[in-house]
Every structure is written in C-alpha cells, then in structure tokens.
C-alpha cells in the first residue's frame, strides 16, 4: 500500500491484522502516482489490483466479487474499471457530475486497474501526468483503448 504517512496506519486494527498476515506492506508515496505503483509492484506475485480506493462503490464486494473475475476474462493485459452513472448516484447522490457518456449508458472511472502481469505494468504509465481523468477524458481514453501507441491489450469491467 502507498500512502503518505505509513504511520496513520497503526492506529487501524484491520491495517494491524493485514500486516501481521504479510497481506498489506504500506509503504511512503513516491511523487507520483506512476512511480508509486512501480514501487509497490517491485517483487510482488501478480496480477496487481491498483486502487486510490476513493469510489463510492468500492466494496469488499467489488473487489472480491468483481474485480478479480471480471477484469481476468479474456486476454487483457490490464483493464480499468467503471461504474454506471445511476449506480453512483443512487450511492452518494450529491458526488460528482462528471461521466463519460457512450450509447448504452453514462459512465465513471472507479480508479481501479488491473495489471496482469509485470510485462504490463507499463500502463501505469498513464497516471505519470496525475490522473484527473474527470477533467481530462482524453488521458484515460488514450491509456485504455484509442490509442494505437501501447503495446499491451486492454479491457474494462463494470461495478456496480
């Protein structure tokens, strides 16, 4: 885990319990959110599931429940995940405004990804300019998708 003061941790019982368990390494964040990601992927078994875990849909459930099975169908190297826009809504009704609209729905992204493997790991790259993909819609549709530069297929999965 990347975070900017490891030491707000030991005040968390359930930080405590993973640690002890070697299923959580906190570790100070590097200056970006790119660097911070290679950091953490250093010597690690994959695939690597990587969060800011600031979704209001982001449950164990999602996690567990979705993220695992659904961003590993196929032949993705890595896949991003989204979130109907009447899903977050009815979860936190004044949140934000902002979805990227496509024929079937309005969507956001959860900033959660999956990286199957390290050959992979490039595409944390896109994070390397901050992320705000929000703000900035181009940023994400580049990263996973129109974009011909990259060298690893992408998918997507829903939660919801």
Known sequence: ????????????????????AGRLVPMKAKDNLAESIFAAA?????????????NVLFTE??????ARPKASEGNADAAVAFSRRDDILAAHPDGQRRFYKFADDAYSNCNC???????ALSAAEVFRSGGQFAKH????????????????????WVIG
């Not at 250093?42 to 600031?54: M, Q, S």
């Open 1 to 20: 885990m990347s975070i900017n003061d490891p030491s707000l941790l030991a005040d968390l019982p359930i930080a405590r319990e993973l640690e002890r």
């Open 42 to 54: 250093e010597g690690i078994d994959f695939p690597l599931l990587v969060t800011t875990a600031d």
């Open 61 to 66: 459930h999602a996690v567990s429940g979705d």
């Open 113 to 119: 990804y999956w990286i199957r493997a390290a050959s």
């Open 137 to 156: 819609p181009m940023r994400i549709a580049n990263a996973f998708g129109i974009s011909q530069s990259h060298k690893i297929s992408v998918g997507t």
